[in-house]
């Protein structure tokens, strides 16, 4: 079956729907909106006889099939249910709020929000995947937040809105958690894998903690104890909101989990435990705080929040008739309250209050109304023929039956029964205090009736009331069946949906609760009064500033460790790395391995002596900055001497010449810099600072130690076996960077080149500070370039190129190649810049670097894409041996190409940076054109 | 001679390392500088330490890891790009903000005070 693939998806595009046609009229808006839900609830519906014959439907398209991700729908009886409840109650909404909505609010907005929470309420329902399941589930937490937010105007909307949010996101993370861990407990985020696995996952270790964290995100979204005091503030939401999301489908969205994934972790102690308490709670507490309430609607929120615990209840009881009984009633308290919340609008709307203080009398002034209240309140409390009582019967008679709790199981009826007394009390209230006794008091606007069509939906839900409750097999027998059938995943209890079952215990119940009810109500004065003794405490209050203790805890540590001082992050970064590698270093046995060392011999020790005193005088004359250059370009030396001496003549050429751009370059810099660093560390943090340096220094030493004195098990044997046959070159370094690895390579020249532009264009637009004297106060020499120096440089530049062609064109073969030839190059014209000035170059040498740096670039992806042309995968390289009379036998390759470019980029990045730097002070300055 | 190559990585690294906790950006830049040294050197010596062992075919009788010396040429040359890239950057900062400390401002002497508790109140 395809259709359930993209069927969920019909509400997503029915969002764009209200946008669109908001600009026609109100009605036209409407009926375009409810068109697609429509049709969905058509096509779902085509499905259930199906579905009543115990089918179940799939579909599903894998993603990331290796991780678990997939797009998977299911459409089994719990499904059908919900997804009728969703979109049926869904559409007659659209049909009330297109009446109660003002016309100041934007119509299509409010549709949009509607059908975007409509869409990822089918997503929840219709999922046969854990994670898809998680993310529709939090997009039910987005868009429910949109909608309470609606009103934005109103300081408590946005509050409520924001609270809402919070609870609910912070129970859906719990939920990821949970689901994860469910996943890789069971091996498998499918849905129905996870159900068949039931008994797997309650032998688990992680069991408790997977149950925990499920149960944290359903209770958080069923604002179950203590996690219901959200609700009561989301009702500054506008009623259709309340009457579609706070009745019968976002709070039912974690009653739907737990039925979920009934067949996967009820049955135990712990959900018994954890579940039904709750439930309890959360019943007890919802139906006393609902009588105290003058708010029509915070009554029916607490209500709500009432009949969520008692379905909660009846699913932790862990019985499977318990469970039918759960749905039932959810069925059940979706079409009262609903119709409820819908009436509590209607009065709102023609009243202008929601105060049960000044609504008073109103039978007289709306009976029509009036009457479908009190059959909806009715059935709220229990009452005979409507089908709240067949719902609280059977859960009376299974809170007979209960005895998990050994010899106190007794308390749990008379708990119940209690909570059915208040039941009776707040409906009894909602029916008396608005419809009847006396006369309303200072209402902004005389009541009447509603517009004819807003009374519809009412009237469709109070007529399900009585229809389920006088002939229920009928009506939802089958949907009831298949629903249970799939919460219990198998065979469903026998169970009977008669209205009379003789004289028995549970109508006992429902008769004390009617009768205590009554007198509750009768005598409500004296509870009143003794209710106002408790100091009252503003949940909005305490949440906020809980939220503004965290919020400020959480920018204090931001502040401790984002402080915006690079030190810090410098020293904590290092801090880290230096914990991380401590850690296994502790593990090693011995510091030194088996390979026998080199000797050391006379000129070693003098080198290292001269290394260690160089590198200590840099960091001991550091605030003299020229003196430090110095001697870091010592330290550069003896490295380069120390890549010749254990035999890389490659690195030790270009360390060589990448020393002397350096410190030309540093040279440079420091003339714009002040010439000498303040002393500004304090004892303290130079102390920390040298314990760090040498405790990072003293483990690297010890990794290189370790690391030399062990055997080699090199991954080169590759590379020195194909240089000569493979890569035409017996100059391996060479032929790795050219051929091998050529692609490494073009990246890092790129790189090169990128940093190069990006120096050029720092360069460009900077303001200078100009020196007019040495540190010492003494002014520049008058005496601008050295003809000596002139001279000399001049004539060793032919030279100087000569080399460079050398080392280039050999280095297949020898050291050399064109990154050293490109440094060799630079260095010879750097020489010239120094010797003769910018000017004087600029006549002579007509040279764009950013130009060379692009073509060198090209050339070397040119020669790599050569070889697309002999279908060969790009940077294969090509090579063979020639015949001229003069010059011998010589060879040529492709790879040769390549380090062209290599060497163009070097000498053109080089330049680029160096020559810029250079004529800072002069006319030739780089400078950048305003684009404004 | 193992030994000894250690001990002056372990040193480049510590001068590197404290060079760059200082609160000026030319000394920053010459501890990258230093510390480049120390990783190049260190990265060298994972292809072990040999005496005329180039790797060039046919010039000596043993033939050192290439592999390596291959990675540093690259990273010599990125070095540098890095560390000229740092100090134009440090110049630019320095013209733009009329100082060259690394945060763009110089602490007063109070927060150094209250650097214990990271300028939190």
Redesign the interface.
Known sequence: MNSLLWLPFLPLLGTFVPLLTARYSRTACAFMTAVLPAVTLFLILSHASDIFSGKHFFASVPWVPAIGLELAFRLDGLSLLFSILILGIGLLVILYARYYLSAQDSMGKFYAYLILFMFAMLGVVLSDNLIQLWFFWELTSISSFLLISFWGHKSEARKGARMALTVTGAGGLALLAGLLLLGHTVGSYSLQTVLDSGDLIKASASYPIITVLILLGAFTKSAQFPFHFWLPNAMAAPTPVSAYLHSATMVKAGIFLMARFYPSLAGTDLWFLLVSLTGLATFLTGAYVALFQHDLKGLLANSTISHLGLITLLLGMGTDLAAVAAIFHVINHAIFKASLFMAAGIIDHESGSRDMRQLNGLWKYMPYTATLAMVAASSMAGVPLLNGFLSKEMFFTETLHQASLGSLSWMIPVLATLGGVFSVAYSMRFIHDVFFNGEPINLPKTPHEPPRYMRVPVEILVALCLMVGIFPTMIVGNLLYSAASAVLNGDVPHYSLAIWHGFTYPLLMSFIAMTGGLIIYTNRQHFFKFHAQFPTSDSKLVFERVMQTLASKAH?FI???E??????Y??FT?LLAIVMTTVPLLQLNTTAGQ?P????DAL??TC?VL??VA??A??IW??R?LI??LT?SV??LI?SL??A???????AL??LS?EV??VI??IL??F???QK??K???PR?VVR??G???F???T??????A???RP?D???TF??EN??TGGGG????NV??VDF?GF??LG?IT??GI??L??YK??AR????MPSSDDKGRPWSEDKYPLLLAVISQSLLPLALLVSAYIFLRGH???GGG?IAG?ITSVAIIQQYIAHGVDWIKQRLKLDYQIMIGSGIGIATLSGLGSWLFSRPFLTSWFDYFYLPVIGKFELASAMMFDLGVFLT?VG??ML?LAN?GQLTTSERATQKEHE | ???????????????G???????????V??GL??LS??V???L?????????????????KS?????P??L???A??????????A??????A???LGN?H??GQ??QPRH?IN?K????K
């Open positions: 204090k502040s401790f460790t402080n915006g001082s690079l030190q810090r410098i020293f290092l390979r060392e080199i000797p050391v070693s020790i290292v290394l260690c590198g200590v840099t960091v550091h605030r900055r430090a250059l870091l330290v550069g490295v120390a890549f001496k254990f035999s890389a003549p490659d690195l270009t360390q990448v751009v350096t370059l540093l810099a420091l714009f810099l002040p660093t303040p500004e560390s304090s943090r600072d040298l760090l340096a040498a990072v220094g003293g690297v030493g010890t990794i290189c130690y690391l030399m004195t080699l090199t991954i080169s590379f020195t240089s000569k017996t100059n391996i370094v790795i960077l690895r490494d390579t890092e790189v090169l940093a190069a990006g120096i720092l360069i900077m303001r200078l500070f073969n020898m050291p990154f440094l070097v990045a080089t940076i730097l | 001679m193992e030994g000894m190559y250690a001990f002056c990585v372990g040193l480049l690294t510590a001068c390392v404290f060079l760059t906790l200082r609160g000026r950006s030319f000394s830049v010459v500088t230093l040294y120390a190049n050197l260190f060298f010596a994972s292809g072990r330490l040999k005496l005329d062992a180039a790797a060039v075919l046919g010039q000596s033939i050192g890891d290439p592999l010396q291959a540093v040429l690259t010599i040359v990125i070095g540098f790009a890095m560390t000229a890239f100090v134009i950057l440090a110049m630019r320095r013209a733009d060259d690394v945060d110089i602490p150094g650097q508790t990271g300028g939190a």
